[in-house]
């Protein structure tokens, strides 16, 4: 079994920044993609940003140059350095990670969430 763990949520004034953490732990083999979605109320779960483990980023256009996605392979951690907050950024945040085992399968592995609440 697989556990991501999130950290770093909480309550910021809008133009504030906030950065969320990401901790992968328990039987690893190795890791692939990983990324953080968000979800509003009353909204689909939505992606954020991914990184491939070789570095490689991709952003929603809602965060692009806002937002920046990081990874420490060493750690099986993803960071998510949030500047500029919107009120619209509220939302829970959730990390993700596509996890291989040595039977050449992939899971995916869910976080249990972090909320970030943005005041206006």
């Known amino acids: 079994q697989v556990q991501l763990v999130e950290s770093g949520g909480g309550l910021v004034q809008a133009g504030g920044s906030l950065t969320l953490s990401c901790a992968a732990s328990?039987?690893?083999?190795?890791?692939?993609?990983m990324g953080w979605y968000r979800q509003a109320p009353g909204m689909q779960r939505e992606l954020v940003a991914g990184?491939?483990?070789?570095?490689?980023?991709n952003y929603a256009d809602s965060v692009k140059g806002r937002f920046t996605i990081s990874r420490d392979n060493s750690k099986n951690a993803i960071y998510l350095q949030m500047n500029s907050l919107k009120p619209e950024d509220t939302a829970v945040y959730y990390c993700n990670g596509r996890f291989g085992t040595r039977w050449n399968s992939e899971y995916d592995y869910w976080g249990q969430g972090t909320q970030v609440t943005v005041s206006s």
């Open positions: 328990g039987s690893i083999f190795s890791i692939n993609v």
């Open positions: 990184i491939t483990p070789g570095g490689s980023a």
